[in-house]
């Protein structure tokens, strides 16, 4: 988290934003409600960097850039913020003297989808397979999206919680049986010998699988994007389409499984990030739970966990709006922000 601010309990709004590789999400957040409106989307693609979506955003929104509060898909830890699967790149102080901004907040994308977990009212999120929740225990938090992040939320003795970003997604994939030694195969033809779990587990990821799959069977299939194989899998057209995404969920299940294990994570394994959400209707008749349970001697521990979908709007935005809340908590108080 890099924090170049004069953010007070006197501030009444700032803007807030969910950065990703494809899309970068603005709104306000209210500091004293903590509502959050003026919502947009935008194409990051459309923009040659952020200081021109923000000023995008302020110019169609009406808004004051004066307090901005941001998530980015990338680590978030000096001055210098570098996109992993995006080419906007920028200065933290360089940004806030060039907009005028009286603060400027930047956090790892999953740092903030772990605080959103906080916000998540019972209707935003499907459970998927078996599993109880501990409340106040460890939770980790994936996403597949144009990258795949991930983000673990600990509960402190003094009841504060905190979030730990990091770059699981950058892990090694572990193929399990024959067919994915083979994929494993393809995909470290493709990307230097090395086959990172984002490789497979993002939007990005369906496009490689599929690809994967058809030499897997020795089919010659075009170049297709993950929504039309997330289309055609939805309506069974495409038996390649329909293995691919089958593979995707068993693996996500897998890796889901394995975050699980590294953390003990008692309060639940959350999925965000836009590609799950879509191709939903698929994942009860997936492998995704059995492959997350499949644990060998720690079979029990996995099959104790539940994993959640988070299907709630915003959430992203919502864990930054819950950062600056817990934040504003801490500052010495002289007015209340609840
Ligand atoms: N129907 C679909 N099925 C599968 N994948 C899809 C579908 N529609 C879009 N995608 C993929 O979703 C990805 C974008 O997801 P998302 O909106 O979560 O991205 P993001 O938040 O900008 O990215 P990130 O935070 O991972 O950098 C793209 O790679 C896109 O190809």
Redesign the pocket.
């Known amino acids: 988290m890099v924090n170049d601010s004069k953010l007070d309990l006197s501030t009444n709004f700032a803007v807030v934003a ?8 603005f709104g306000r957040i209210n500091l004293k409600t903590f509502e959050l409106d003026r919502i947009q989307v935008f194409p ?1 693609a459309d923009y040659l960097n952020l200081t021109d979506a923000l000023i995008a955003y302020r110019d169609q929104q009406d808004v004051a850039l004066e307090h901005v509060a941001i998530a980015i ?1 990338c680590p978030a830890e000096g001055d210098s913020i570098q ?4 080419h906007w790149q920028f200065s933290v102080r360089g940004t806030r003297e060039a907009l005028g901004l009286t603060s400027f907040i930047v956090l790892n ?1 999953f740092a903030a989808a772990a605080m959103s977990l906080l916000t998540l009212a019972k209707g935003e999120t499907k459970k998927i397979g078996g599993g109880k929740k501990i409340e106040s225990a460890p939770c980790a938090v994936l ?7 991930v983000g673990h939320l600990v509960y402190l003795p003094n009841g504060d919680v905190m979030p730990l970003p990091g770059e699981g997604g950058h892990a090694d994939w572990a193929p399990l049986n024959e067919k994915e030694w083979a994929i494993h195969e393809f995909l470290a033809r493709r990307f230097d010998g090395r086959v990172s779990a984002e490789r497979l587990l ?3 990821g ?2 490689n699988l599929y690809q994967a799959i058809a030499h897997y069977h020795d089919r010659a299939v075009p170049p297709l ?3 039309t ?3 055609r899998a ?1 309506t069974g057209c495409d038996a390649i389409a329909t293995e691919t995404v089958n593979q995707f969920f068993a693996s996500l299940g897998s890796f889901a499984g394995n975050l699980a294990l590294t953390l003990n994570t008692r309060g639940g394994v959350y999925i965000a ?3 799950v959400p ?2 939903l209707p698929l994942m009860a008749g997936s492998e995704f739970r059995t492959r997350f349970e499949q644990k060998g001697r720690f079979c029990n521990l996995a099959e104790s966990i539940p994993c959640y979908v988070i299907t709630a709007e915003h959430a ?1 935005m919502r864990g930054v709006a819950q950062y600056l809340k817990q934040t504003l908590r801490k500052a010495p108080a002289t007015a209340d922000v609840d």
């Open positions: 969910d950065i990703g590789g494809t899309n970068a999400r990051c898909a996109m992993t699967n995006h994308d996403g597949a999206g144009t990258g795949l992040g993002s939007g990005p369906i496009e994007r993950a929504k194989i997330g289309a939805l990030g836009g590609v879509k191709l992203g």
